[in-house]
């Protein structure tokens, strides 16, 4: 069974970098069947993307957070990792990861990251 | 930018079927996918390329998708069904990424 589990500091000071991490377990991130994402959803808000990788390396992100956001890969840990730099109270949100496969097939059950001083 | 209108909320009785829709510009032309979430859990894929179940979706799940509408319709709706539903496409123009609609609450009467 795949699992996806993300893990990071729940509280991140304005205008630092958030970072947080996906450990996948049942499935590898270096098999070229899958993207590997992240999303976000603000309190009682919808659903929004964040970005992907490929076990290439090759990304994608949302075009309004392009500027601030990396996502990388660890295949040898079997995990994939995203960085959002410069946060403010905008970036407070659950954080999810979730596998990339018709459609977002299996998601992590999320963290969730305050942005505050 | 690529917007989908979803209506904010959808009340059925139990038993009787409940439609959501997903509006969006010929949004029949790019595959729709369709997410269940009920509060505090992670999102579940219930649908995918528009009318495949995944695995472990009940057959009370279908879905369609022509012109501008995409539906997402839930038959011999039950108390577990109430949730939160959200469509999903990938836009292809300029550098392709994900959008999802604003989001739907079903709720049974």
């Known amino acids: 069974q795949v699992r996806l589990q993300e893990s990071g500091p729940g509280l991140v000071r304005p205008s630092h970098t958030l970072s947080l991490t996906c450990t996948v377990s049942g499935d590898s991130t270096s098999s070229d069947e899958y993207y590997w994402a992240w999303m976000r959803q603000s309190a009682g808000k919808g659903l929004e993307w964040i970005g992907r990788?490929?076990?290439?390396?090759?990304?994608n992100y949302h075009p309004a957070l392009k500027s601030r956001v990396t996502i990388s890969l660890d295949t040898s840990k079997n995990q994939f990792s995203l960085e959002v730099a410069s946060v403010t109270a905008a970036d407070s949100a659950t954080y999810f990861c979730?596998?990339?496969?018709?459609?977002?097939?299996?998601w992590g059950p999320g963290t969730l990251v305050a942005v505050s001083s | 930018s690529y917007i989908l209108t979803q209506p904010p909320s959808v009340s059925v009785a139990p038993g009787q079927t409940a439609r959501i829709t997903c509006e969006g510009d010929n949004i029949g032309r790019k595959p729709v996918h369709w997410y269940q979430q009920r509060p505090g859990q992670a999102p579940v894929l219930v649908m995918y390329y528009d009318s495949d179940r995944p695995s472990g979706i009940p057959r009370r799940f279908s879905g369609s998708n022509s012109g501008n509408t995409a539906t997402l319709t839930i038959s011999r709706l039950e108390a577990g069904d109430e949730a939160d539903y959200y469509c999903q496409v990938w836009t292809t123009s300029g550098d392709p990424y994900v959008v999802f609609g604003g989001g739907t609450t079903v709720t049974l009467l």
């Open positions: 979730a596998r990339d496969h018709r459609g977002f097939d299996v």
């Open positions: 990788i490929y076990t290439t390396g090759a990304t």
